[in-house]
């Protein structure tokens, strides 16, 4: 059982007036510092990576002064984060692209973004829908638990939930539906207990029916 067109606007009309401007948990001080975070986030909680980069950013907050602290350094910063030591790896790697290829500025296009190490898809849709508040939707396990249990997507992986939710859902709630999503699965609609009763959305919600 799905929701309608009409539940969807529904839905999204309940989320933004609880939430208005939702902002991404993860804490950063400029575009660079974001994409850092955003691969340091992989498989790890936000509130992990906010805890690490907090005294590593105060160092290397653009590609050349990442680079300059270099990868054994830089792993002592991020040593608490789960893949630490690959994640070291790619974050070098992607500031030296940034400063060879990109005049350590980083670009603007999704294609591009891609192409910097530990880079994918949700996280180019993270970064520029943060940065430049492009329409995209991002789809982490939260976004995709939630796409499942309300019946929005049941594509088997994140390109076909991201595919579903890019036709379902109104344009003026793009900007922002990703958050709300990942903040509906991260605090209330959560893997083992889902807080239903106090759910804002669950009157609309197919599961409770």
Not at 116 to 130: D, F, I, M, P, T
Request: proline share 7%; aromatic share 8%.
């Amino acid at each position: 059982m799905s929701m309608t067109g009409t539940e969807i606007e529904q839905f999204f009309s309940i989320l933004q007036r609880n939430d208005p401007s939702p902002r991404c948990e993860l804490n950063y001080t400029n575009p660079y510092t974001l994409i850092v975070a955003i691969v340091l986030s992989a498989q790890s909680t936000d509130k992990g990576v906010n805890k690490a980069t907090g005294p590593l950013f105060e160092i290397a907050d653009t590609p050349q002064k990442m680079l300059d602290l270099g990868e054994e350094r830089l792993k002592k910063y991020i040593s608490t984060i789960g893949l630490y030591n690959n994640k070291a790896a790619n974050i070098i790697r992607l500031s030296r692209t940034l400063v060879d290829e990109f005049g350590g500025q980083i670009p603007n296009d999704r294609d591009k973004l891609e192409t910097l190490r530990g880079v994918g898809r949700k996280s180019a849709n993270v970064w520029l829908n943060e940065v430049y508040g492009a329409p995209l939707i991002a789809v982490d396990t939260h976004v995709f638990r939630v796409s499942h249990r309300t019946g929005m997507s049941i594509g088997k992986n994140p390109a076909r939930v991201e595919a579903d939710l890019e036709k379902l859902i109104p344009e003026r709630f793009k900007r922002h539906a990703s958050h709300w999503l990942v903040l509906l699965g991260r605090y209330i609609c959560t893997a083992k207990k889902p807080q239903c009763p106090t759910c804002p959305v669950s009157p609309l919600c197919p599961k409770l029916f």
